[in-house]
Each structure stands twice: as C-alpha cells, then as structure tokens.
C-alpha cells in the first residue's frame, strides 16, 4: 500500500458525459500529479500541483480536462463531454517537493481510476 | 524531445532464471531515473538512480546506470512467478516537474 489512494476504481460513462475522479495524496506530501495511462503505453503526464497551485499542464491536457486542489490536500480531475478516445487509466502520484540541490525525491502512485467511454 | 526506450519490450523465462532489463534514454539536462514495477494496478516505486556506476540492490534487484552512455539496466536474479510484470522506467529531468516514461518491458516468469 502506497498510501496514495484514488476514489472511483473504475468508472464507465457513456460519450458526452461529465466524470470527475479523486485523488488523496501521502498526507505529507505537497507535490501532486496526475497521469494517464493507456494500454501498452507508459504513463503519460497531464499536470502537477504544489499544494494548491497547479504549476505545470501538459499539452495533453485539452479544453474538456481540469484539475484542482483546492486546500492543498486531495485533487480531482474533471473530463467533460466525454469522448471514447478518454478510455485509460488515470493515475495520481504524489512526493515532497524537490530542493534544489539535493537529491530529488520519487513519486508514490495511486490505484488509479480505470475509465470506460462507450 | 525527451526520449525514453525500454528492451525488450516483452521477455517469458523460467522460474530461477536471471534477466536483465535495458532503459536508454534522451533527456535534456538529467536529474534522475527511476524503475517501476507495475501489476494490474500502480507503478510500484524500485529504484531511484542519480549517479553513474553506483548499484542500487534490494533483494534479488539491483540496477545501475551510465550517465555517458545514456542507460540503465535492471537485474533480477532468481526469478519467481511474482516477478511477472510490466517493469517501467521513467527519467527525471532538471527543471522539469513530471516523469517520463517508456513503454516497459513486460515479464513473464513461468513456473
């Protein structure tokens, strides 16, 4: 147990539909990310936050995605307007803030959400 | 662009064998690389790598890199059924906030 966790584990929704998922970081960690993974593939980042502010958004992350982190704490990633092309997993990692200079430190994944468009 | 090739992509050997997993990579500015281990579910943190000729062991795993040739190789002596996964590795680079994965190498160890 990573200690990450992600809230639904799998979740099928028809295409147009709205999903959010969440995730809950290692309680000390201030670094959060989100990945999405498909089949055959490695995970491929989406964004990132320390505490609440999201500093970084991969070109991957269209229009239909946003991500929040309201209290520094938990996360959720909304897709609207669903499309079949959104089927993957999506990961949330978690890890302290690097400082600058030192070694860096490793990320800790979550379960992960398995979405299903049909 | 950053670059990350993992061989071979997939690999079935006996229980008890020993096999070596490869990672080449391109990155700009490089701060680190780590290997995953991944079941159905979450990528399993391994190992984190910073430094050239420096093994990292943890149990029947070890791993290295070469910062001059640009790879990493993951050993795993002894193989057993529970070593059957996809094995993922990710570089780091500095200034950047995120990993970058391969695709993996998927292993199956048969009894």
């Known amino acids: 147990d990573t200690g990450v966790s992600q809230d639904p584990r799998h979740k099928i929704t028809k295409r147009g539909q709205n999903v959010t998922f969440r995730c809950d970081p290692i309680?000390?960690?201030?670094?959060l990310y989100w990945y999405r993974q498909t089949l055959g593939q490695g995970p491929e980042f989406l964004t990132y936050f320390q505490n609440e502010a999201q500093l970084e958004k991969s070109r991957l992350l269209s229009d239909r995605f946003s991500a929040e982190r309201p209290k520094g704490s938990f996360s959720t990633l909304e897709i609207q307007r669903t499309e079949q092309g959104d089927s993957a997993m999506y990961l949330c990692a978690s890890s302290l803030a690097q400082v600058q200079g030192l070694t860096p430190y490793e990320q800790y994944f979550g379960p992960g959400t398995r979405l299903t468009v049909t | 662009e950053d670059k990350v090739v993992q061989s071979p992509l997939s690999l079935v050997v006996h229980e008890g064998d020993t096999v070596t997993l490869n990672c080449s990579y391109e990155?700009?500015?490089?701060?680190?690389l780590l290997w995953y281990k991944q079941e159905k579910k979450a990528p399993t943190f391994l190992f984190m790598l910073t430094s050239s000729g420096i093994e990292k062991k943890s149990g029947r795993l070890s791993s290295i890199l070469d910062k001059k040739e640009l790879f990493s190789i993951l050993n795993i002596t002894a193989t057993q059924t529970g070593d059957s996964a996809i094995y993922l590795c990710?570089?780091?680079?500095?200034?950047?906030?995120?990993?970058?994965f391969g695709t993996g190498t998927r292993l199956t160890v048969i009894p």
């Open positions: 309680s000390e960690h201030n670094r």
């Open positions: 990710a570089v780091e680079a500095r200034g950047a906030n995120n990993l970058f």
């Open positions: 990155v700009t500015n490089f701060r680190s």
